[in-house]
């Protein structure tokens, strides 16, 4: 199996909804190695929104911490 994010024990599929549009749920995971973590994004009236995500990475990278998926 090649390393890749997409086939990485850490790697979790991304849907297409109302946080994700239709192009990073094809391109993209969700890299749960570690917990979430926090943001900040700036909104109106320079009130600051925080958030927590874990990172969003391309499916056809992969770091040092790579694992292959269990075969179930």
Not at 6 to 17: A, L
Not at 44 to 59: A, D, G, L, Q, T
């Amino acid at each position: 199996m090649e390393r890749s994010c997409e086939n990485c024990e850490y790697g979790v599929e991304i849907y297409k909804d109302v946080n994700f549009d239709s192009n990073t749920a094809k391109t993209c995971v969700l890299c749960h190695r570690y917990p979430p973590q926090s943001a900040k994004m700036p909104m109106v009236k320079k009130i600051v929104e925080v958030f927590f995500s874990w990172p969003v990475v391309r499916k056809t990278h992969w770091c040092g911490e790579y694992k292959p998926k269990h075969k179930e």
